[in-house]
């Protein structure tokens, strides 16, 4: 009869060492795959990952502006404020000595109130409010401590104004550091993936770019659009001279633009003034809904939140500043990249 033997089991030893060997060649496997170089992005996945990050800085171009606005607004009342201040001190100093020639001229003819010789050592709102100094003063008297203490008060809500507005100005500029570090940051990452591309591959995006600007322009030409005229007319014209100029963000012309800073400034050129910031000119005009109604000249909003603008320009294109790295330029509004929201007729 045949023996059979039980098969021998592995040591313990024998068990933890090939457990460990086996997490090593496991863990070796993992970390040469982390190591491994991942696919390099396509040209059209770094146009799509360079547009949306172009897209959130103009978000924070456009809050850049109106922080930058809000800083040229708060500056000029500020500065009107403390010149107002100025005269007012004059004009209570002025008070003052005058107050103080009327007590002199009494204290020479040994007839100086007592309420006016106090007044000169202190605030005169303590006799104000006492019906017995006043009926110890002369009219003169009590018209010239009203004078003082009504410019007093003045004063002192003037500088308590300007207190707010110094402090409201701290703010403001600290919120512009903070876009400004946004959008170049923003413009960085889109450069660094933009500089990853090939030759080749930049060179077939910039004729990409050049044949539909090229296509809009036709399709401007070619319109069957109504001639602009008004105001309309003159500002769209204005826009138009400034075709081929360089996007820059932050800029109002007219050397270089961002897309409100062209609007603003086109306007400007017609005689009208309109707000620095996308989201402020869409509170402004008359509002056209459908893009069927649109006029050439019209404001033409894109995306939820409103920040891009740009004029139109008839045949369904606009004539707008699009982002870093182009210029003013004619685009069709289905490639903008957000959707078309609303116009506003001026």
């Excluded at 030759?199 to 077939?204: I, P, S, V, Y």
């Excluded at 007319?233 to 633009?257: D, I």
């Excluded at 800073?261 to 809904?289: D, E, F, H, M």
């Amino acid at each position: 009869m045949a023996m059979h033997r039980r098969p021998r089991q592995p040591s313990r030893t024998r068990v933890t060492v090939l457990t460990t060997a086996a997490a090593a060649a496991v863990a070796f496997s993992a970390q040469a795959a982390d190591a491994a170089p991942s696919a390099k992005p396509s040209k059209d996945e770094v146009k799509s990952k360079v547009d949306k990050l172009y897209e959130d800085a103009e978000k924070a171009t456009e809050e850049y502006d109106g922080a930058k606005e809000k800083q040229g607004k708060l500056q000029k009342e500020i500065s009107t404020i403390q010149d107002n201040v100025a005269r007012g001190q004059d004009e209570l100093n002025k008070l003052r000595d005058g107050l103080g020639s009327l007590a002199a001229g009494q204290y020479r003819t040994g007839a100086i109130d007592p309420s006016v010789q106090l007044f000169l050592s202190s605030d005169p709102d303590d006799y104000l409010d006492k019906a017995s100094t006043l009926d110890q003063l002369s009219s003169q008297q009590v018209q010239a401590l009203k004078k003082v203490q009504a410019k007093q008060r003045e004063l002192a809500q003037q500088r308590a104004e300007a207190t707010e507005k110094l402090k409201d100005l701290a703010s403001t500029r600290t919120e512009l550091g903070k876009k400004k570090k946004e959008v170049q940051g923003k413009l960085a990452a889109a450069q660094k993936l933009l500089n990853s591309l090939t030759a080749e591959e930049k060179t077939a995006m910039a004729a990409e770019e050049s044949r539909a600007s090229r296509a809009s322009e036709r399709n401007v030409l070619s319109g069957s659009a109504s001639t602009a005229s008004g105001r309309a007319g003159a500002a769209y014209a204005a826009a138009q001279s400034k075709l081929g100029t360089p996007y820059v963000y932050g800029a109002s012309g007219p050397s270089s633009f961002d897309c409100s800073g062209l609007t603003q400034w086109a306007y400007a050129q017609a005689g009208v003034s309109i707000p620095r910031t996308s989201q402020a000119q869409a509170n402004i005009g008359t509002r056209i809904n459908s893009a069927s109604d649109l006029k050439v000249g019209d404001l033409v909003f894109f995306f939820d939140d409103l920040h891009h603008v740009g004029l139109y320009a008839g045949n369904g294109q606009i004539l707008h500043a699009p982002r870093t790295g182009t210029v003013v330029r004619y685009e069709s509004m289905d490639t903008i990249g957000g959707p078309f929201m609303f116009g506003v007729r001026v």
